[in-house]
């Protein structure tokens, strides 16, 4: 009986989610170097698909990637004079998503519209808010800003999880120890919980952890090892429930490019640790216990986040 319940809740809290849709979060979906410009291109992202490409001035622009009048992938269109052409009747549409230009010389409805995420340019990344207005900053990283450190990003392809579950590793201090076999690794006194975000900060004589979770989908952390200074940012954006595209960036004080390297083995090994266990288990909420206060604290944080149905307008 017990289990019948504890099914049919999981199914009802799936349920809800996805019919709630997704959080309201900046979610990379490309990288900046994929976007040169004149091109454009298409991404499958929460539960729907998107055309990212540059304007006229080469800022990034992600929308709706379904053409209001039969529904074509505008992201295999043309980037004509900055605007995004349809390439089945080449209607085109302006940055803000409005039809600017119909061949035949019709009457552009006025409902001839694709929705336009926030879009921002960032670390490498191309990023785009789920909602119509943002809540909240571009993630970043603590204690760097983009002039001060010399970072790389790179793409991880489609990994079998919901974000917001990868992004509990960030606040779950035990599997530091005990999967990643870090010895030096302590748990924060307190998570500083704001609108948007979860920052935390861990200082000893042998290191310092200065973490930031941005949204339900990017962990940031400021790492001190050694005497040397580690940046690291993992993203992700949802495909559907259960599945997201990965994201990473990794960065180290401007004058030390030669210490990258060694940054980038250890996301490698940091990513090849949780990747196993993040992608075969069945995420629950489960026997909490005393270590696990950060986590239960972050697990009401994402509870609480507001969400936002993306219109395939
Ligand atoms: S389907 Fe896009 S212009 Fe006709
Ligand atoms: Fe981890």
């Not at 075969?280 to 944080?301: I, V």
Request: glycine content about 10%; overall charge neutral.
């Amino acid at each position: 009986m017990g289990m019948v319940s504890s099914k049919s809740k999981l199914a009802t809290e799936h349920r809800t989610a996805t019919e709630a849709g997704f959080h309201r979060c900046w979610y990379p979906v490309a990288l900046a170097r994929d976007l040169p410009p004149g091109s454009a291109v298409g991404r499958d992202f929460l539960g729907t698909r998107v055309v990212a490409y540059r304007d006229a001035a080469g800022k990034p622009v992600v929308q709706s990637a379904w053409c209001p009048h039969l529904g074509a992938d505008l992201s295999i269109g043309q980037i004509v004079d900055g605007r995004l052409r349809c390439p089945y009747h080449h209607w085109s549409f302006d940055a803000k998503g409005a039809c600017a230009n119909i061949p035949t010389g019709d009457k552009i409805p006025p409902s001839a519209r694709i929705f336009t995420y926030p879009a921002e340019e960032a670390w490498g990344l191309v990023w785009a808010f789920n909602g119509e207005r943002a809540d909240f900053a571009v993630p970043r990283l603590p204690g760097a800003a983009e002039s001060t450190i010399v970072h790389q990003a790179h793409e991880r392809g489609r990994r079998p999880w919901d974000t917001w579950v990868a992004v509990s590793n960030g606040v779950d201090f035990q599997h530091l120890r005990t999967l990643h076999g870090l010895p030096a690794a302590s748990m924060p006194e307190q998570l500083e919980v704001e609108a948007g975000g979860i920052e935390f900060r861990v200082e000893s004589p042998y290191h310092l952890q200065h973490g930031r979770i941005s949204g339900t989908n990017t962990f940031a952390q400021h790492l001190r090892i050694g005497g040397d200074d580690m940046f690291m940012l993992f993203s992700g954006a949802p495909i559907e429930p259960g599945s997201s595209s990965g994201y990473v960036v990794i960065g180290v004080p401007q004058g030390s490019a030669e210490k990258l390297p060694a940054v980038e083995t250890m996301v490698e090994r940091l990513n090849a640790e949780d990747a196993p266990v993040l992608s075969t288990m069945r995420f629950r909420r489960g026997l909490l216990t005393a270590s696990d206060r950060h986590l239960a604290t972050y697990f009401r944080y994402v509870d609480a986040f507001p969400c936002f149905t993306p219109t395939e307008q």
